[in-house]
């Protein structure tokens, strides 16, 4: 059985690459992941979705990350009917105006998520329907980003 | 004449209401605004965050058994299988075995978790659709246990149980006889159920072709859980992705293609028994053994990224975490079930009544606190 999945982890890699060829993919302790330019980003995906050897058809988890020197979100993506999962990340250099376009119109699931993202972290999104802050006011800042200072509410142990 | 004829409102235009944030029937904090014409829904747009409390961000700074104490805060009906998500990531990172001991006594604790979180459900579900009866019913069967629970945890609902490499402590010299007791309570009690609700003719009437959710939204909402499997979506963590005990007990993963409101009811409902032959097939077989794996006194996590599933009782529980290496995650993302199952509720509400948007909304089962984090 090992060997059936590590190989599924090469045609997987093997596939992503035929896709960009800037990719960066490896094959992770658990998942395969993919670094993608974010120019990119969006092609990829909608080929992963529809190409029927790929099949990824449930995106269930979208998450954005300050690495601190440059902002990322990454994609957990599954496939319901092969089984099989894929990471894509994508990372953005500037921190005050990183942009990357939504992936709502390929998996509506990501609408909500991309949402959360552009409240906590300040990326926006491209083509997304409905771009406003979810959880804070629009007097917040980005409390998801490292370099995020807020005197009253957040003590800093010494 | 014409000039005399006054506008009817909602007549011309979209009516607007809101549901909420003080609202019984969406069971927490959670405001709707409805846009309505007449009385049939057109729009249903969420507005959350009142009870915000920033997790993702305070996991940042307080170290890996801390952060179990703020999980039970998220789902708090699923309390103890928030615990054992983070648990899981944190064993998983560090390449830790656990001893079947363990194993089974949290299976046999997400399973009771899950039992008593569906049982609430019900007497909700009940109470907003007019049946009160359903509540008392309801409680009256989950404060056994909530008993059992506080034998054993201490807490009854928020039980902190888990701890990476094991448990607190070691369950309470009872716990096996009260859970038995229970097992064959509930297994008399639960027919009750059904007699009250599930073929009440009106109950049927408000919640059948009710919001309904086809299979290809479901997964291309990410819908998860009860509700993701009454529109036949097989997303089952427990069968998919065994985790703890569940690769060793038989259960069946309840599907429908219906995916109504009354389906996702049914789901629930038959969800219940399942637990209940789990339970039963573990219940005696818990092996004598220590109840926790030694650890270090400070859990360092080697850097890289980690992502854990669990099948809570609303959906699939993802927690993300990225460590760099220190005794603090740097980053912690938690795949709320309920945050995602909140997506699909304006897609299934449209051109329903609004009374049906209660049906709709409590056949979610929604928990906001995990919907906010």
Redesign the interface.
Known sequence: MPDEITMEKAQLTEFVKSLCSDAEVSE????VEAVLPADDLHSVAERLKSDPEAAF?????L?G??YGKYLGI?Y?LRS?LL?HTI?LKTRFNVRDNAVADSVCDI???A??HER?IFD?LGIKFRNHPDLRR???PSSAGF??RKDFVDDENIVV?K | MEEAVKEIIGESQDYIINMGPQHPSTHGVLRLVVSLKGEIVKNVEPH??YV?R?I??MCE?ITYPQIIHLTDRMDYLSAHINNEAVCLGVEKALEIDIPDRIKIIRTVMSELTRIQSHQLFWATFGMDLGGLTCFFYGLRDREKILDIFEETCGGRMLVSYNCPGGLMYDIHPNFQKRVKEFIKYFRKTLPEYDQLLTGNVIFRERTRNIGRLTLE?A????I?GPSGRASG???DVRK?EPYSAYDRVKFNEITFSDGDSYHRYLARMKEMWESMDIIEQLIDNIPEGPYSVKMKPVIKLPE????Q?VETARG?L?V?I?SDGNKNPY?V?F?SPN??N??VLN?ISRDFKIADLVAIGGSLDLIIPDI?R
């Open positions: 992770g302790k658990q998942f058809d449930f995106l269930f988890c998450s990350v300050d990454v957990h319901t089984g990471v998996w509506p699931a609408e909500y959360e906590l979810f959880f804070l409390p998801l142990k | 959350i965050g915000h920033g993702e961000k700074s939204d997964i291309s909402y990410g998860t979506f097989s997303c998919h890289g990224e980690y992502y599933r699939e993802g993300f990225i980053r993302k795949r945050f995602v909140l997506s897609l906010d």
